[in-house]
T-cell receptor
Framework: EDQVTQSPEALRLQEGESSSLNCSYTVSGLRGLFWYRQDPGKGPEFLFTLYSAGEEKEKERLKATLTKKESFLHITAPKPEDSATYLCAVRSTSGTYKYIFGTGTRLKVLA | NAGVTQTPKFRVLKTGQSMTLLCAQDMNHEYMYWYRQDPGMGLRLIHYSVGEGTTAKGEVPDGYNVSRLKKQNFLLGLESAAPSQTSVYFC???????????FGPGTRLTVT
């Protein structure tokens, strides 16, 4: 069964304290792995798409990496405005159109 | 360019009542989706559409119906609301199935 697990559930960082969020996945075949940011009371906002192991994408203080079993979202020198829930989703090669979302990591960056 | 919009933003229903949630996108996307988001659970796909006039069931379709009469609009209907349908509903669209999805701001529905 296709599955996505994100860890930790919640993370508190001091401003400037770098860390990584994990997304472990089990799918029959990977057609894409997606990272989204969700602020309270709003819809998810797209950040990155990764398609194959070894691929990396960067945007400002965020860097996403992908292996055959997991993806990491690295946050370098975070700022309070990076506080949000970060969602990971995968699209498998199974016949059903289905994105499988993880439950997210709630990140709080303290000034 | 408004992206994906949803109406209404909030709604309270009594058990057994019906309602329709409207989603509109101005990006000319072929694919549209309806999700529900509940505490402690990931976004779950209710129904989706791969183009005008087509719809298909997702992971949790029971109690919901959808229609895509125009490419830019995707409607989600609840024929007889139940308390278990209390949730936040998100609409999304994408250019193709393996591309990123763009989400609306959500509709918070409470069924009493």
């Amino acid at each position: 069964e296709d599955q996505v697990t994100q860890s930790p559930e919640a993370l508190r960082l001091q401003e400037g304290e770098s860390s990584s969020l994990n997304c472990s996945y089990t799918v029959s075949g990977l057609r894409g792995l997606f990272w989204y940011r969700q602020d309270p009371g709003k819809g998810p906002e797209f950040l990155f798409t990764l398609y194959s192991a070894g691929e990396e994408k960067e945007k400002e203080r965020l860097k996403a990496t992908l292996t055959k079993k997991e993806s990491f979202l690295h946050i370098t020198a975070p700022k309070p405005e990076d506080s949000a829930t970060y969602l990971c989703a995968v699209r498998s090669t199974s016949g059903t159109y289905k994105y499988i979302f993880g439950t997210g990591t709630r990140l709080k960056v303290l000034a | 360019n408004a992206g994906v919009t949803q109406t209404p933003k909030f709604r309270v229903l009594k058990t057994g009542q019906s309602m329709t949630l409207l989603c509109a996108q101005d990006m000319n996307h072929e694919y549209m989706y309806w999700y529900r988001q509940d505490p402690g659970m990931g976004l779950r796909l209710i129904h989706y559409s791969v183009g005008e006039g087509t719809t298909a069931k997702g992971e949790v379709p029971d109690g919901y119906n959808v229609s895509r009469l125009k490419k830019q609009n995707f409607l989600l209907g609840l024929e007889s609301a139940a308390p278990s349908q209390t949730s936040v509903y998100f609409c999304a669209s994408s250019r193709e199935e393996t591309y990123e999805q763009y989400f609306g701001p959500g509709t918070r529905l409470t069924v009493t």
